[in-house]
């Protein structure tokens, strides 16, 4: 059974930083795609930052410069260093993967999902 288990969210205040992990178990995403996405309160779920099965990396563009991601595939596990962190990052975020090896943007492209962690950024 795959399971993504999220973890690193928390309160910070502005200008702050955070870093998310995402532990994947079941079988090995080495060679698939993996991303992060987020959804605040009354609002759709967007897409964050993605990183396929070579180190390459899409950004939205709302953090590219402030957030990296990053991936350990000895661990299966995927990370989001969030940087200089300002009240609208606040939301849920959830980590996923592929079955494919790109860096996805589409919510659809993706096959499993964690449950989500809360990060609320404070002014």
């Known amino acids: 059974q795959v399971q993504l288990v999220e973890s690193g969210g928390g309160l910070v205040q502005a200008g702050g930083s955070l870093r998310l992990s995402c532990a994947a178990s079941?079988?090995?995403?080495?060679?698939?795609?993996m991303g992060w996405f987020r959804q605040a309160p009354g609002k759709e779920r967007e897409f964050v930052a993605a990183i396929n099965w070579s180190g390459g990396t899409n950004y939205a563009d709302s953090v590219k410069g402030r957030f990296t991601i990053s991936r350990d595939n000895a661990k299966n596990t995927v990370y989001l260093q969030m940087n200089s962190l300002k009240p609208e990052d606040t939301a849920v975020y959830s980590c996923?993967?592929?079955?494919?090896?790109?860096?996805?943007?589409?919510?659809?492209?993706?096959?499993?999902w964690g449950q989500g962690t809360q990060v609320t950024v404070s002014s």
């Open positions: 996923a993967a592929s079955s494919t090896y790109g860096s996805a943007i589409r919510a659809n492209e993706y096959d499993y």
């Open positions: 079941g079988r090995s995403f080495r060679g698939n795609g």
